[in-house]
């Protein structure tokens, strides 16, 4: 399974962004897509989930803020920020798996290269 993030960018605190992350190579609707984020100098870290049947899971400091969706007829998972913060600053990955716990990176058996996200106070 391939996964190709993309739309990140800067921004100014406040703004919105969608990221996206198109699958190829597998069944992507039998998958659950976790969105992750790495800062400088920090561990990856669980931003979200979306569930093979549509269920998601967010991480306290986005909820209300970013919202996760998948398409699969077009095989891409999508991870909606809105209002967002200079502390949202951070490379961000998608990733697949179909089973395990879910906020765990090691779970996670495909990634995405990641797609850089700056925001600027």
């Known amino acids: 399974v391939q996964l190709q993030a993309s739309g990140g960018g800067l921004v100014q605190a406040g703004d919105s962004l969608r990221l996206s992350c198109a699958t190829s190579?597998?069944?992507?609707?039998?998958?659950?897509m976790g969105w992750f984020r790495q800062a400088p100098g920090k561990d990856r870290e669980f931003v979200g989930v979306?569930?093979?049947?549509?269920?998601?899971e967010y991480v306290n400091s986005v909820k209300g803020r970013f919202t996760i969706s998948r398409d699969n007829a077009k095989n891409t998972a999508y991870l909606q920020m809105n209002s967002l913060k200079p502390e949202d600053t951070a490379v961000y990955y998608c990733?697949?798996?179909?089973?395990?716990?879910?906020?765990?990176?090691?779970?996670?058996?495909?990634w995405g290269q990641g797609t850089q996200v700056t925001v600027s106070s």
């Open positions: 990733a697949a798996t179909h089973s395990g716990k879910l906020y765990r990176t090691a779970t996670y058996e495909y």
């Open positions: 190579g597998g069944t992507f609707s039998t998958y659950h």
């Open positions: 979306i569930r093979s049947g549509g269920y998601k």
